[in-house]
């Protein structure tokens, strides 16, 4: 069992959320049950917002009372008496959790190293070594620290833990001067003498979203997307001027604070954000109380109705000084933060140190998260280009952003560029790295006209019809892929599945040998993952494609290194049972074994036996996949599609997919009802599809 970790820091402000979760993240990835704790909360008024943060991570399957200490009025009460509290409510969480992240007190009091020694305290008792965490900023935050001060910093910091009978494990500077990076590492491992790492300031994680900045001024939302409250703000600029003297100000991400009765300024603002020529702004705050007029109003109707506009009763220096003041919080509704500080702890810590130093080794069961990680790593490893049709879909959008700030994959998006762009900015989506295509592009249009014909000239395709059916987004995009533009394809968030696959039947094809295109779920059960097919395209497959699928799915298993053992379910066992139905499924089991001798595979076999052991022992004692069944291939679609959802819902299970197989290229369809992270998995795994399509072309 791996140790648990106590995270606390020095001073306030140090972004020990941000290196809490990267530790979190990194835990999940190879230990079953991770838990988190906090000692003293932050605030006994409303919740605490880092516990929501690390509770909010999938993996983590506790309530938030349970591990949540005592509060600081507890603590200034009678702090052995709430020290016992603290181990008593610890020691609970422990038992339910492999390992336990708990973080230490904010310094929400006047900092004083006396905090610091109660944390060191705690985490003694708790038996939990220390991950120390330095910031790089000035207490005030207006300048970085240098290599020399955090040198001092940490030599007055130290004595504390050890006085306190604390081991520390390593310490981590956030917030570092990006270029001190490696001076300031190691002025603190020549110190502190364990693994030491810094991370750099990213101005993400310290500016605060527009809805901060609107509670913060006691706002309401006037005009604009609900949705684009969640950008950040990366600069304000107060409008005390005329617009000629306004505009040149404006910056990227900034947040304009117009007095309400300066309407021209008002319309200048919504006019320079709606144009090209100008940054993209996070939002407007109008101060004052001013109503604004009837015609006024007409008029920002036509501008950009996004845009979120924020009025307060406040006056422009009350307004200026909360707008100032509001920080950046790392909160479980922030994504891109998130992922921000996500790709940042990767870049900068050392992963698998850290998991060594506490004892967390592999794990022999697979959880839907670890699975999830082996395949953002496994596409991480060998980055390739997936192409997304769908770029006026913010769910799209939005996993793009995920998908690029953790360095998985390159991508190009179909649509309008700037439209897709001015969507991204005001989601808070960074887009700055993905390549944006327009599908009546005309020099790749008329490429792929020219290609398209050619393709299907057979059936009396012309280029002049080819013309118009590559502008579709499915087409385009399969095109890409299909002249290497591209390695995948991923879509269907907005579209149905016949719309997605019919250019890759068209003119992609199948690999040689299968006939069909058929499809699988990849079922991530509490332990282990599954492998069901074919639960999406394939009707009622004949026993030839019924052996395509077995054949198709035990490949797929093997590129996401899950040893195929492959049931061909019915409703016997062995010879127990006859009939059309299980007819089918012997000769399909039969084609199997000639034309692959070396897979293992069982067939026709029921659900139990194939899943349970003990069943297996009574109806297939001498079966080598009775019991023990990976890929489970189901006699047609109608039985296949509802046992994966029956055994979705009965059981928690994750279904990731559908993954479709047999194309010689990858091309991956959606749900219609898509959630962000299904969208980032389906990547990840088209990606690792077209990995395998390299190598075999290598090979």
Known sequence: ??????????????????????????????????????????????????????????????????????????????????????????????????????????????????????????????????????????????????????????????????????????????????????????????????????????????????????????????????????????????????????????????????????????????????????????GIVLNGGFDLSPVIERLIEGLDASLPIVTTELGTYATAQRVAQTRGKLTATSQRKIDTALALFEKHVDSDLLSTELGAGESTAVTPLMFEYALLERARSDKKRIVLPEGGDDRILQAAGTLLSRGVVDLTILGDEAEIRSRAAGLGVDLSAATVISPTDPELHEQFAVEYARLRAHKGVTVEDARDIVTDVSYFGTMMVHLGLADGMVSGAAHTTAHTITPALQFIKTVEGVGIVSSVFFMALETQVLVYGDCAIVP?????????????????????????????????????????????????????????????????????????????????????????ATVFIFPDLNTGNNTYKAVQRSSGAIAIGPVLQGLRKPVNDLSRGALVRDIVNTVAITAVQAQAVAGAGRS
């Open 1 to 282: 069992m791996a140790r648990s970790i106590y995270i606390t820091s020095a001073e306030g402000h140090s972004g020990k959320s941000t290196v809490a979760l990267g530790v979190l993240d990194t835990l999940l990835r190879g230990v079953e049950r991770v838990g988190v704790f906090r000692p003293v909360a932050r605030s006994t008024d409303e919740p605490d917002f880092v516990l929501e943060l690390l509770l909010a991570h999938d993996g983590v399957n506790l309530d938030y009372d349970e591990c949540v200490g005592v509060s600081y009025e507890e603590v200034h009460d009678d702090p052995d008496a709430a020290l016992s509290r603290i181990v008593d409510r610890f020691k609970a969480v422990e038992r339910k959790c492999d390992t336990v992240v708990i973080v230490g007190s904010d310094y929400t009091d006047i900092a004083t190293p006396t905090e610091l020694a109660y944390n060191a305290r705690i985490a003694a008792n708790l038996g939990a070594p220390v991950l120390l965490v330095l910031t790089g900023r000035e207490s005030d935050q207006s300048r970085a620290r240098t290599a020399d001060e955090l040198r001092q910093v940490a030599e007055v910091s130290l004595p504390e833990l050890t006085l306190a009978h604390a081991s520390l494990l390593a310490v981590i500077v956030n917030r570092a001067d990006p270029d001190e990076i490696d001076g300031i590492v190691a002025a603190i491992a020549a110190v502190a003498h364990v693994p030491a790492w810094a991370i750099p300031e990213d101005p993400y994680l310290v500016a605060p979203t527009v809805e901060a900045v609107m509670g913060a001024v006691d706002g309401t939302l006037l005009k604009g997307d609900p949705a684009l409250l969640a950008r950040e703000v990366l600069g304000v600029v107060i409008a005390g001027m005329s617009m000629e003297n306004v505009l040149p100000r404006l910056t990227e991400g900034c947040l304009v604070v117009i007095a309400g009765d300066r309407s021209e300024v008002l319309l200048a603002a919504l006019t320079a954000h709606a144009s090209a020529t100008f940054p993209s702004l996070a």
């Open 540 to 628: 009622d497959p004949t026993a030839e494609q019924l052996a395509d699928i077995a054949i198709s799915a035990a490949a797929t298993s093997e590129q996401f290194t899950i040893e195929p053992r492959i049931a061909m379910l019915s409703y016997s066992t062995g010879e127990s049972g006859s009939g059309a139905d299980v007819d089918k499924v012997r000769a399909a089991t039969a084609l199997v074994r000639e034309r692959r001798p070396d897979l293992p595979v069982e067939g026709p076999i029921q659900y139990d036996a194939a899943a349970d052991a003990a069943v297996a022992k009574a109806k297939m004692p001498d079966s080598k996949v009775a019991g023990r």
